[in-house]
Nanobody, 124 residues
Framework: QVQLAESGGGLVQAGESLRLSCADS????????MGWFRQAPGKEREFVAA????????YYADSVKGRFTISRDNTKKTGYLQMNRLKPEDTAVYYC?????????????????WGQGTQVTVSS
């Protein structure tokens, strides 16, 4: 099983950067896709980015394309979300998730395991 934990959130000003990490502390389990989602107060969970196991397939939400970069290091069992040029509308709790079939889906219901989330707050 995959056990995920996010880190790296915080409070930043608009235009600054943050890098989120998603560490898998579960038993060795390979082949899963990793996705990042976010949820702001009063809003639905929103797709941010997803990456296949090999990194050969990567998808972004239009709202973050060109500003965010998803990556992973399978030797470290860790995924990353580099967030540049942050905007106040990026404020949310960010979650990483694992999709066991290996499909980097945009749909959160396709994901099988979730981290606890990390808060990102961007002030204007």
């Amino acid at each position: 099983q995959v056990q995920l934990a996010e880190s790296g959130g915080g409070l930043v000003q608009a235009g600054e950067s943050l890098r989120l990490s998603c560490a898998d502390s579960g038993r060795t389990f390979s082949g899963y896709a990793m996705g990042w989602f976010r949820q702001a107060p009063g809003k639905e969970r929103e797709f941010v980015a997803a990456i296949s196991w090999s990194g050969g397939r990567i998808y972004y939400a239009d709202s973050v394309k060109g500003r965010f970069t998803i990556s992973r290091d399978n030797t470290k069992k860790t995924g990353y979300l580099q967030m540049n040029r942050l905007k106040p509308e990026d404020t949310a709790v960010y979650y990483c998730a694992a999709e066991y079939r290996g499909d980097p889906s945009r749909w959160y219901l396709d994901y099988d395991a979730w981290g606890q989330g990390t808060q990102v707050t961007v002030s204007s």
